[in-house]
């Protein structure tokens, strides 16, 4: 079956890039191997989506204030940074809705198996489903695999971090029970507290419900090899274990979970960074010190760097840049395959420097700007900025 574009990656970055794309009046397929859009924020138990604003300005507009305006009444709003904490299902059912009113074709429970190069383009992509073989073709391609899968198997240059270099890998849980949740409180005490995995030295969780009694935990922490089958399957197991003994150990320690009971354990494993194209352009710590200027701007990024390293929370590299920095159009394009585009956590950057473009927003835009890039041909610049600007992207 042809397309115009074809999005593999439904997360925030593939529904960014499926919506762009069909914006830009194009015939779009988007493929998933989960059962519905959404990625991390649905399935990794990350249902939260923070606007960074900057000059008193939001700045992501564009698909992901369409998402916002859809889903804030249902949504609880962290008065302290302006987050949208989202009901997972929620999150998959508004993403659906926006993408049926799109046109877009929708493929889930559909792995990626195969890629046919020529000449330096993707010709075809092959999917397994439902126990069939499915074969499909496009003029342009994107990828917002999170691992950059579709780019890897296309043969373009990528960038996979030593272990020590990259970071932590985590199971999210929520729990009820909790009475008079303090986070300042929590923040303070927690390094005395002889924490389990002593690698996890800072408390980090925030409240899920409206009345404060549900918190949603990220304190579980792996380190390993995502890439690698058994070693994912390795760090799956070892987490959901942590999940039971961090729970039994709240009880005892922290004021307020002396009820605490687990009531949601994500169906996935996170993972914060595992690999990423050499494109174009690559984001470089430098850059983000620097502020470096962009001539060719598609989104917004953060210039802080270096947090869930596998030994602490700090990284040896981290740097706590105040303030945002755009994202480069080079940094979507990917070396040797002339027709893909590549959007969220796996564009160009240096993987010291990923937790720059790697959060849910940021996904969203870049994956938006990778969509519409494909859509028109992958352009120069000024046509793209042409399109971006008539989708509302800041």
């Given at each position: 079956?042809?397309?115009?574009?074809?999005?593999?990656?439904?997360?925030?970055?593939?529904?960014?890039?499926?919506m762009?794309?069909?914006?830009?009046?194009?015939?779009?397929?988007?493929?998933?191997?989960?059962?519905?859009?959404?990625?991390?924020?649905?399935?990794?138990?990350?249902?939260?989506?923070?606007?960074?604003?900057?000059?008193?300005?939001?700045?992501?507009?564009?698909?992901?204030?369409?998402?916002?305006?859809?889903?804030?009444?249902?949504?609880?709003?962290?008065?302290?940074?302006?987050?949208?904490?989202?009901?997972?299902?929620?999150?998959?059912?508004?993403?659906?809705?926006?993408l049926?009113?799109?046109?877009?074709?929708?493929?889930?429970?559909?792995?990626?198996?195969?890629?046919?190069?020529?000449?330096?383009?993707?010709?075809?992509?092959?999917?397994?489903?439902?126990?069939?073989?499915?074969?499909?073709?496009?003029?342009?391609?994107?990828d917002?695999?999170?691992?950059a899968?579709?780019?890897?198997?296309?043969?373009?240059?990528?960038?996979?971090?030593?272990e020590?270099?990259?970071?932590?890998?985590?199971?999210?849980?929520?729990?009820?029970?909790?009475?008079?949740?303090?986070?300042?409180k929590l923040?303070?005490i927690?390094?005395?507290?002889?924490?389990?995995?002593?690698?996890?030295?800072?408390?980090?969780?925030?409240?899920?419900?409206p009345?404060?009694?549900d918190i949603?935990l990220?304190?579980?922490?792996?380190?390993?090899?995502?890439?690698?089958?058994?070693?994912?399957?390795?760090?799956?197991?070892?987490?959901?274990?942590?999940?039971?003994?961090?729970?039994?150990?709240?009880?005892?320690?922290?004021?307020?979970?002396?009820?605490?009971?687990?009531?949601?354990?994500?169906?996935n494993?996170?993972?914060?960074?595992?690999?990423?194209?050499?494109?174009?352009?690559?984001?470089?710590?430098?850059?983000?010190?620097?502020?470096?200027?962009?001539?060719?701007?598609?989104?917004?990024?953060?210039?802080?760097?270096?947090?869930h390293?596998?030994?602490?929370?700090?990284?040896?590299?981290?740097?706590?840049?105040?303030?945002?920095?755009?994202?480069?159009y080079?940094?979507?394009?990917?070396?040797?395959?002339?027709?893909?585009?590549?959007g969220?956590r796996?564009?160009?950057?240096?993987?010291?420097?990923?937790?720059?473009?790697?959060y849910?927003?940021?996904?969203?835009?870049?994956?938006?700007?990778?969509?519409?890039?494909?859509?028109l041909?992958?352009?120069?610049?000024?046509?793209?900025?042409?399109?971006?600007?008539?989708?509302?992207?800041?």
């Open positions: 079956m042809k397309y115009d574009v074809i999005v593999v990656g439904a997360g925030s970055a593939g529904f960014g890039a499926a762009g794309a069909a914006r830009a009046g194009k015939k779009v397929l988007l493929i998933d191997r989960n059962s519905t859009p959404g990625g991390s924020t649905v399935f990794c138990g990350t249902p939260v989506f923070t606007p960074y604003a900057a000059a008193g300005k939001e700045t992501f507009k564009g698909i992901f204030a369409e998402f916002i305006d859809l889903v804030q009444d249902r949504c609880l709003v962290n008065p302290s940074n302006g987050a949208y904490n989202i009901f997972e299902a929620d999150a998959a059912l508004f993403m659906t809705r926006m049926k009113d799109a046109n877009v074709d929708m493929l889930f429970y559909a792995v990626l198996t195969g890629v046919v190069c020529r000449d330096g383009k993707i010709e075809k992509i092959n999917v397994f489903c439902c126990g069939k073989h499915l074969e499909f073709s496009a003029d342009c391609f994107v917002t695999t999170g691992d899968v579709l780019s890897q198997m296309a043969g373009v240059p990528v960038n996979e971090p030593e020590d270099k990259t970071m932590t890998k985590t199971v999210l849980f929520k729990v009820t029970g909790v009475k008079g949740f303090d986070k300042k923040l303070e927690f390094p005395q507290l002889e924490f389990p995995y002593p690698w996890q030295d800072r408390f980090m969780g925030g409240p899920a419900g009345d404060g009694e949603l990220n304190l579980t922490a792996v380190s390993g090899n995502a890439l690698d089958p058994f070693d994912l399957t390795r760090m799956d197991i070892q987490l959901r274990e942590q999940v039971f003994t961090i729970c039994e150990w709240m009880r005892r320690k922290l004021p307020g979970f002396e009820n605490a009971r687990p009531v949601f354990v994500a169906p494993i996170g993972v914060r960074f595992s690999r990423c194209i050499t494109g174009r352009e690559v984001i470089s710590c430098a850059d983000l010190d620097n502020d470096t200027p962009v001539t060719e701007p598609v989104a917004i990024g953060k210039r802080a760097y270096g947090d390293f596998t030994k602490t929370f700090n990284s040896p590299w981290r740097k706590n840049n105040i303030g945002l920095r755009a994202i480069p080079g940094a979507l394009i990917p070396q040797g395959v002339s027709n893909l585009t590549v969220g796996c564009i160009s950057i240096d993987p010291q420097a990923a937790t720059a473009v790697r849910a927003p940021c996904c969203m835009m870049t994956g938006q700007a990778a969509g519409i890039a494909a859509a041909g992958i352009p120069e610049y000024e046509c793209l900025k042409k399109e971006l600007k008539k989708q509302n992207v800041f």
